[in-house]
T-cell receptor, first 118, second 114 residues
């Protein structure tokens, strides 16, 4: 069965410092991996995805993520955090063989709350 | 903004009642998925519609049902509401051409069942 783990409920970072939000996954085939961000009272906003190719993926707002197949991880990173980055971050996985249908839809982690202090 | 809209924003219902939530997909998208996000949890997949037919369902009972219309708008219907149905309901639209396409989410409908 597919699953996603986000081991940290909350990550605290000082503004200007680098940030990392961790994600590990489990799928039986090739993973399609996604990061979404959720601001209060808002829906989820797409940040970036890994499908194939270069293990370092760049996304919106200066975020990037590194796919590591051997460690089954897809950690979200940003070199310099902003106060406005404070939000709830979700990692999601889909098994790459399918699209559509219940096996093709996203499995989300529980989310990590990122708090960036001035 | 994603171009996916949902209505209403908030809703309060009584246990046992029925509710209909609505979603308008992003222009050009042919697939809509519905998710339930309980407080403090990640979204959980309810079902997906493609070309007006359900083509996948998560671990939700039959009292959760849906429709997709020719203009790709969609409805989520929940019968016999239970207290545990209180959650944020999210719809997401996508263009299914390959498994790598991301889904675009609406702002959600907050359902409270009392």
């Amino acid at each position: 069965a597919q699953s996603v783990a986000q081991p940290e409920d909350q990550v605290n970072v000082a503004e200007g410092n680098p940030l990392t939000v961790k994600c590990t996954y489990s799928v039986s085939g090739n993973p399609y991996l996604f990061w979404y961000v959720q601001y209060p009272n808002r829906g989820l906003q797409f940040l970036l995805k890994y499908i194939t190719g270069d293990n370092l993926v760049k996304g919106s707002y200066g975020f990037e993520a590194e796919f590591n197949k051997s460690q089954t991880s897809f950690h979200l990173k940003k070199p310099s955090a902003l106060v406005s980055d404070s939000a709830l971050y979700f990692c999601a996985v889909r098994e790459g063989r399918y699209y559509g249908g219940s096996q093709g839809n996203l499995i989300f982690g529980k989310g990590t709350k990122l708090s960036v202090k001035p | 903004e994603t171009g996916v809209t949902q209505s209403p924003t908030h809703l309060i219902k009584t246990r046992g009642q029925q509710v209909t939530l609505r979603c308008s997909s992003q222009s050009g998208h042919n697939t809509v998925s519905w998710y339930q996000q309980a407080l403090g949890q990640g979204p959980q997949f309810i079902f997906q519609y493609y070309r007006e037919e359900e083509n996948g369902r998560g671990n939700f009972p039959p009292r959760f049902s849906g429709l997709q219309f020719p203009n790709y708008s969609s409805e989520l219907n929940v019968n016999a509401l239970e207290l545990d149905d209180s959650a944020l309901y999210l719809c997401a639209s996508s263009l299914v051409t390959s498994g790598g396409n991301e889904q675009y989410f609406g702002p959600g409908t907050r359902l409270t069942v009392t």
